[in-house]
Structures are given as C-alpha cells and as structure tokens.
Nanobody
Framework: QVQLVESGGGLVQAGGSLRLSCAASGRTFSSYAMGWFRQVPGKEREFVAAISWSGGYTYYADSVKGRFTISRDNAKNTVYLQMNTVKPEDTAVYYC???????????????????WGQGTQVTVSS
C-alpha cells in the first residue's frame, strides 16, 4: 500500500515557475514508477510526465516537454515536478500516481497506476 500526498500548487503568473512535490509513504517507494497527471473540469485526466523506479527514464507529454521536469529522490520518498515557463493552459488539478507495473511503455496511461494522491490545484494567470 502506498499513500501519496501532493503539495506545492497555487497561483502563478504566466511565464513563472512552480515546483510540485509528492510525498509517498511506505518502505518500497523505489519499487514504483511514478507519474504526474492533470485534469480540468469536464475533461479526461491527462498524462504530464512519468519517471522510472531509479529515475533513469523519464517521459513527457508533448505539451510540457522542454518546460517541465520530473525527478525523484528515493531517499526522501518524494517525486517532484518542476514547472517552468507555465502557460494558462497548464491550469488544472495535478495528481501524482504510483505503479508497480514493470512495463515502462504504459506509463503514459492512467490505468497503469495503482495509487493516486488527492491532487493539488495549479492556476496560471495570464
């Protein structure tokens, strides 16, 4: 069982930066691949970024590539999402998720994840 708690959301101006954190409970954090997703009302949950267990592989949605960076610190049981040059269209509730699945090819899919945090709101003003 893994419990995930996101933090770091808030209001930021377009062009600014924000760093989201996701703290995980449990002793086996390094066994889980981690992902960030986002959702706006009335839309499907959207993949943002994912990272493998060791941090050696990272994946990004085209819409955030070059602006967002996912990283993890297994000693601190925490995964991060550094958001730079944010845009109003980045406004959403951001969720972190964990999966024990071994197939990295499916990390872009929300159905691959077993555990989800409660979400943190990010609002980008223009």
């Amino acid at each position: 069982q893994v419990q995930l708690v996101e933090s770091g959301g808030g209001l930021v101006q377009a062009g600014g930066s924000l760093r989201l954190s996701c703290a995980a409970s449990g002793r086996t954090f390094s066994s889980y691949a981690m992902g960030w997703f986002r959702q706006v009302p009335g839309k499907e949950r959207e993949f943002v970024a994912a990272i493998s267990w060791s941090g050696g592989y990272t994946y990004y949605a085209d819409s955030v590539k070059g602006r967002f960076t996912i990283s993890r610190d297994n000693a601190k049981n925490t995964v991060y999402l550094q958001m730079n040059t944010v845009k109003p269209e980045d406004t959403a509730v951001y969720y972190c998720a964990a999966t024990a699945m071994l197939n990295l090819a499916i990390l872009r899919t929300s159905a691959a994840y077993n555990y989800w945090g409660q979400g943190t709101q990010v609002t980008v003003s223009s």
